[in-house]
């Protein structure tokens, strides 16, 4: 059970590029989120999905997309990379809503924009 | 004013000291509470649920005010593996489904020789 993957761990893209950021969890949790951190910062939820084929913006989803094909899969997408996206994205997990259900996060990927 | 508020530190404490960490938020509406650890460079960790008949697990307290909207962490008997920033953590339901957890900036603790 490897709980919750992200590829890759860094990445560095040029101004205008675009990359996926891939996500997979092996727990059969149906809720799923994207959060970004900047230094100093908490923690902002960008996108986040309650099972296959629904998604929904959160506080920070601007240049982000999002697909929930599957289970156990949900990419997230960078069109045009700009600077300010430069951060560390987190992908998580829980298995349902409400009370006090735990979020499982993956490792992390460190992306810098220049 | 910030949804998660809290004392970003560091704390630095030696050894064997207690340390107590606070928090306090602004959605009367928000439903659970947390607190997570976040090692440097790593992802976030449950370090425990907040309960307001206060809860404990080993040297870890913590305690929820919701008519203060107050949160706290009280750790005894610190340990150089305590060394890690501690995120004040509150969830509210989103209508559609899902967990909106809303976090702090977090508190960086430092335990010493």
């Known amino acids: 059970n490897a709980g919750v993957t992200q590829t890759p761990k860094f990445r560095i893209l040029k101004i205008g590029q675009s990359m996926t950021l891939q996500c997979t969890q092996d727990m059969n949790h149906n809720y799923m989120y994207w959060y970004r951190q900047d230094p100093g910062m908490g923690l902002k939820l960008i996108y986040y999905s309650v099972g296959a084929g629904i998604t929904d913006k959160g506080e920070v989803p601007n240049g982000y997309n999002v697909s929930r094909s599957t289970t156990e899969d949900f990419p997230l997408r960078l069109e045009l990379a700009a600077p300010s996206q430069t951060s560390v994205y987190f992908c998580?997990?829980?298995?349902?809503?409400?009370?006090?259900?735990?979020?499982?996060f993956g490792p992390g990927t460190r992306l810098t924009v220049l | 004013r910030k949804e998660v508020e809290q004392d970003p530190g560091p704390f630095n404490v030696p050894e064997g000291a207690t340390v107590a960490f606070n928090c306090t938020y602004s959605?009367?509406?928000?439903?659970?509470f947390f607190w997570y650890r976040q090692d440097c460079r790593k992802e976030p960790k449950l370090l425990m649920s907040v309960y307001s008949s206060g809860n404990e697990d080993g040297r870890f307290t913590a305690q929820l005010n919701r008519a203060s909207q107050y949160i706290s962490l009280l750790i005894r008997d610190s340990k150089l593996s305590d060394s890690a920033t501690y995120l004040c953590?509150?969830?509210?339901?989103?209508?559609?489904?899902?967990?909106?957890?809303?976090f702090g900036t977090g508190t960086q603790l430092k335990v010493e020789l």
């Open positions: 998580a997990s829980t298995p349902e809503a409400g009370g006090d259900n735990e979020q499982f």
């Open positions: 953590v509150v969830n509210m339901t989103l209508t559609g489904g899902g967990n909106k957890l809303t």
């Open positions: 959605n009367s509406a928000s439903q659970s």
